[in-house]
């Protein structure tokens, strides 16, 4: 595949992008009746930042009722306030009042997420898009989201869904099992919370997980990492696997790119692999922001020393979108350079994505050979038996059946 026909780097979690997809001839017949077009939402609201900003921070008490569904991780504090605990923004609202994300509404001190269920885009993707490289190799993932997130990147490909209110996009009411029918109608052995960020909607997602495991598929988390400890330990005894977008390894990035902070990211990585779960990290390089050799270096080693030399590590290009239209797509030779330094520094599975690149193909840690081949999102070769090299049967960490 050529360079002009890869993604931007969270294009890889863009709805619209990648084939196959969902009709909504489709969707219909699954009872599922978004209006999507491939998985894509249909007449978005066009919230940027600057609305988001301006938007009032009370609603009037009841509104959304029909979605309204209780809200784990929270507090109740005086004066029929509520504190949210489900992230480390910790929001502390008011009658009437959403948190941060916007999905979570305090209603006469009793918290409530309006998105339980509230399917705002759903697809079938490749598992290679997520990206997860070490989890049944090409095979499809059934994937969905709905509005809303507990961050504001500023790269953000998905805006038009992760910073809108819910009722300011089509959705369908999608109980955890009648997505995970949809999944399995679809010949799906995965489900992946994905496109916005899955902690706003953990709820929806623990549920779909639990289901799905009473049926036989196995659901992933494509986050950002920005959750407290006990819902992350909760969704970790359901998950089998789970993706993090690591932005930086320099808190002010976090604070002035995407109004977080860098350690509960940190934290999350280290108690997901802990936990047992699959893990795997994406670093999405962008130009003059975050792709310093000693940044790379830092990246690499802290990888090494807290979660080891085995966890895949995906560099990813960056393409213009939201409030960084101004940069320039990452350097064909900046990614090479990131592939490089984290090689050095001993790290056995280190991708590049979204361009045309060796480091796309996984590559046996002892012999060296392609274990599995890949252009773009296509698998061309695969060489792992029952987790381990065909070649010299070195095995090969990783969900491989």
């Known amino acids: 595949m050529s360079e002009i026909d890869r993604e931007h780097p969270s294009a890889r979690e863009t709805p619209a992008a990648g084939r196959p997809g969902l009709s909504r001839r489709d969707l219909l017949k699954l009872g599922i009746g ?7 939402v249909a007449g978005l609201s066009r919230l940027g930042s600057s ?17 309204r569904h209780p809200a784990s991780h929270y507090r109740k504090r005086s004066k029929k306030f509520v504190q949210c605990t489900l992230c480390p923004k910790q929001c502390y609202v008011g009658p009437g009042g959403r948190g941060y994300c916007e999905v979570r509404e305090n209603q006469d001190g009793e ?3 309006l998105v339980y269920g509230r399917a705002a ?3 079938v993707d490749p598992i290679e898009k997520k990206p997860f490289f070490h989890v049944l190799p090409g095979s499809p993932v059934f994937s969905f989201a709905t509005a809303g997130c507990n961050l504001e990147c500023k790269n953000c490909q998905n805006w038009q869904l992760s910073q809108a209110r819910p009722e300011k996009l089509p959705a369908q009411k999608v109980p955890p099992a009648k997505l995970v029918e949809a999944a399995r109608r679809q010949g799906c052995s995965l489900i992946a ?10 709820e929806y997602l623990l549920d779909v997980a639990a289901e799905g495991k009473k049926r036989g598929l196995r659901t992933t988390m494509v986050s950002a990492g920005y959750i407290s400890r006990e819902p992350m330990l909760e969704l970790c005894r359901e998950l089998a696997a789970v993706k993090i977008d690591l932005k930086s390894m320099r808190d002010d990035f976090y604070q002035s790119n995407c109004e977080g902070t860098l350690q509960p990211v940190l934290d999350t990585i280290e108690l997901v692999k802990k936990q047992g779960v699959w893990l795997e990290i994406v670093y999405l390089v962008i130009p003059t922001l975050n792709d310093s050799e000693e940044e790379i270096r830092d990246l690499a080693r802290w990888v090494r020393a807290h979660v080891g030399l085995e966890v895949p590590l995906h560099f990813s290009r960056f393409y213009p979108a939201y ?18 330094i984290a090689r050095a520094e001993g790290l ?4 590049v994505g979204n361009v045309a690149h060796p480091a796309e193909s996984t590559y046996c840690a002892k012999c060296g050979k392609v274990v599995i081949g890949r252009q773009g999102y296509r698998v061309s070769e695969n060489h792992i038996r029952s987790g ?7 095995p090969i960490p990783g969900i491989w059946s």
Do not use: M
């Open 51 to 67: 609305e988001r900003a301006a938007a009032p921070a009370l609603k009037p008490a009841g509104s959304d009722s029909k979605w």
């Open 34 to 40: 978004l209006a999507l077009g491939g998985g894509a």
């Open 323 to 340: 409030r960084l239209q101004h940069l320039p797509p990452t350097p064909y030779e900046t990614l090479d350079r990131c592939h490089k």
């Open 121 to 123: 885009s759903v697809n």
């Open 348 to 351: 056995h599975y280190v991708y």
């Open 388 to 394: 381990r090299c065909e070649f010299c049967q070195h």
């Open 111 to 113: 918290y409530y997420t």
């Open 193 to 202: 919370g994905t496109y916005t960020e899955p902690t706003i909607f953990f």
